[in-house]
């Protein structure tokens, strides 16, 4: 199966299928049959990466890989198959089509809904566990919206900051903040923790590696990525920076390629943007390299102000942040914007 996303231009689903050559297609017009190629037996579902920039790729995802991550989450989170799910993540990203997979190898009942508002929550008063990314979390959040219901929210998609985690724990929320990809066919580690039989080491260069049986077969029609995607030994490459602590514990700083270099030091834009976040004036904010004639590279602050009229100063947010990170990792710009560009599920877009 090769999810499509609904929301695409018809550009952007024609060149999706162009490359991944499926044999048939179903749509509101039918089921027609294409000349396409067909996909290993072993394989359960072909699916388009989200990520921030770049051409996204087709991550092929075994069977028991699926099964693997589904059953694991479920032991993890104590989800049974009686256990009805709130769906409202796009189908077309691992998340989201994770959800239905539950329906489909535990039994579990889904109800589905396109928004999530207040509303949505007041018509599924049983549902027990959901995923969302965390703009979802904080839209029903600041609406005021009961999240008690939930035994489990699965929050995956872009880093949880700490002041929208302490929110959802005022507001009795049980909020699990998730790693994963979807070459890891999602979350693999749940608020900290590796899932069962999943491995997570970190490399000379500071990346972090995985390794367990949700992982990918391949990318489709990419051998060369496939390839570059994998450390000997089976460990699949995450292209983010991290550490593994004595006990295990996995912390996640954020894209390698995203890291800014000021001075010779390396700062990590999440970092920043956990600093900043707090500062009253401040709604959104993402944290991003600038050029600089002495450093080499700046850190330049990227602000939703709460207030257009009074947008926060570059004074106030480093003398705010200096409390919490080291000056050298304190903004030497800021840029005023009405919003921050984000992908389908949340992301923000850093290029």
Do not use: N
């Amino acid at each position: 199966m090769l999810p499509v996303d609904v929301r695409l231009s018809d550009r952007e689903r024609a060149a999706l299928i162009a490359r991944a050559r499926p044999t048939i297609s179903v749509d509101e017009a039918g089921v027609r049959r294409l000349p396409g190629v067909p996909a290993d037996d072993s394989i359960a579902v072909v699916i388009a990466t989200s990520g921030t920039s770049g051409h996204p790729r087709l991550v092929e995802l075994g069977r028991t890989s699926v099964a693997a991550a589904v059953r694991t989450s479920a032991a993890v989170i104590g989800a049974g198959g009686e256990d009805r799910w709130l769906s409202c993540l796009p189908l077309a990203h691992i998340g989201g089509l994770l959800v239905l997979y539950r329906h489909l190898l535990l039994g579990a009942p889904i109800s589905f809904r396109r928004r999530l508002t207040p509303a949505t929550l007041a018509a599924v008063p049983a549902a027990r566990f959901t995923s969302l990314v965390p703009t979802q979390l904080l839209r029903l959040l600041d609406a005021g919206s009961p999240l008690s219901q939930f035994r489990a929210i699965l929050v995956g998609g872009s880093g949880l900051d700490a002041e929208l985690a302490a929110t959802a724990s005022r507001a009795r929320a049980a909020v699990i903040p998730t790693y994963g990809m979807t070459e890891t066919c999602g979350g693999v580690v749940y608020a900290g923790r590796p899932l069962p039989g999943v491995e997570v080491r970190v490399d000379e260069s500071g990346e972090l590696l995985v390794r367990g049986p949700t992982l990918m077969r391949r990318y489709r029609f990419d051998p060369v990525a496939t390839a570059a995607a994998f450390a000997p030994g089976g460990w699949l490459r995450t292209g983010d920076g991290g550490d593994v602590g004595a006990d295990g514990s996995v912390r996640v700083w954020g894209r390698l390629d995203d890291v800014i270099v000021s001075g010779g030091e390396k700062i990590w834009p999440a970092e920043v943007e956990a600093a900043l976040a707090g500062h009253a004036g401040v709604a959104a904010v993402m944290v991003s390299a600038g050029p600089d004639r002495e450093w080499g590279q700046r850190v330049v602050a990227r602000v939703v102000p709460r207030r257009r009229a009074a947008p926060p100063s570059l004074e106030s947010l480093r003398s705010f942040a200096a409390d919490a990170i080291a000056r050298h990792k304190l903004p030497r710009e800021v840029i005023i914007v009405e919003r921050l560009d984000r992908t389908s599920v949340g992301k923000v877009r850093r290029g």
